[in-house]
């Protein structure tokens, strides 16, 4: 069982005034939750496989990761498969992935990442190129409701440099909405994480409170897990009853600064010059996750190693989190 700290979440008077305005002060305000009878809701198990940041523009054996990926989950046959960004941009090239993917014989689903819509491609076409219905949406199965996000916006007067990381206020509206009108347990997905102030979402916090108030609103735990890709990194934290959990890249750790790989050739970074300054994995990595309706999440992980090192973490590299080649198995309870 996963062990990690609980972290008690604050926010400014500016944030409060906002999600006042969005009607959410009523929510904190309330003397005593709404009782809700959990007893009524059905407990019925399900899986999926996740996968994320494949970077098939990037990554020299993309077509063979996504293809192990697909073979594993034919051959467990989960409830439905999710990837959460950093997929690919919709140029016909790409086609052959998505040839890949749509061999899986189920339900499929797409989360959009900063990097899906690299040279000048727009979110419109990268959802047409991958069939997928709308930047964000929701949908129930097996008595559970699953809530996909859009964390690529960017709100009008921000000075943010880079990839846009926010979600706007008409997502969080409609977000906060589809929330209320749910009894179900819930798992949110979105590319940047709302527990990283890496580059993870501008307004994460006010996500995250968001959350905790619709849970005390219900009078027990609706939303109970949260996923996210973008950092390639390999975490949980646990924040006031609600698990963020952080989906590594199924190929790489990207350095910073001026580091250089001598994994492979120097033939090979001549055709692959951006994977100089990334710890390839030797193996694609993913995980299935299986919630049982009751009270436990399982999750399954993989693990690799760097290539042309054979270890499990790199020597001398240090981030906030270790740097690892692998997704944790792990045990939650909510």
Not at 12 to 34: D, P, Y
Not at 52 to 65: G, I, K, P, Q, T
Not at 296 to 305: A, D, F, N
């Amino acid at each position: 069982m996963n062990k990690s700290k609980k972290e008690n979440v604050y926010f400014s008077r500016k944030e409060f005034l906002k999600l006042g305005s969005l009607g959410l002060g009523g929510l904190l305000f309330t003397q005593t939750a709404k009782a809700k009878n959990t007893t009524n809701l059905k407990k019925q198990a399900i899986r999926f496989g996740v996968i994320s940041d494949l970077h098939y523009d990037l990554m020299h054996d993309a077509d063979e990761r996504a293809s192990q990926f697909i073979n594993e989950m034919n051959r467990q046959q989960p409830d439905f498969i999710i990837q959460l960004g950093d997929f690919c941009v919709p140029k016909p090239e790409n086609l052959k992935l998505m040839e890949i993917w749509n061999q899986f014989k189920g339900d499929k689903h797409h989360v959009l990442g900063n990097h899906d819509t690299d040279g000048g491609f727009t979110t419109t076409e990268a959802l047409q190129f991958w069939n997928s219905p709308a930047a964000y949406y929701s949908f129930d199965k097996n008595n559970m409701h699953f809530i996909i996000l859009n964390g690529n916006e960017k709100p009008t007067g921000s000075t943010l440099q880079g990839y846009p990381r926010h979600i706007d206020e008409k997502q969080l509206t409609w977000l906060k909405e589809d929330l209320q009108k749910t009894k179900l347990r819930t798992v949110i997905f979105c590319h940047q994480a709302f527990d990283n102030t890496d580059n993870g979402l501008e307004n994460g916090m006010q996500l995250r409170y968001l959350f905790e108030q619709i849970n005390k609103e219900a009078g027990y735990s609706k939303v109970i897990l949260v996923l996210s890709g973008h950092h390639h990194s390999n975490y949980h934290n646990h924040i006031n009853n609600i698990h963020y959990v952080q989906i590594n890249s199924s190929s790489y750790y990207w350095v910073e600064g001026d580091y250089k790989s001598n994994a492979f050739s120097d033939d090979f970074y001549k055709q692959y010059p951006i994977l100089r300054h990334t710890i390839v994995y030797k193996d694609p990595i993913w995980a299935m996750v299986e919630i049982d309706g009751k009270n436990k999440i399982k999750i399954k992980g993989k693990t690799s190693v760097f290539a042309g090192t054979e270890q499990e973490a790199p020597v001398g590299l240090t981030d906030v989190y270790p740097v690892t080649a692998k997704i944790d198995d792990r045990e939650l309870f909510y």
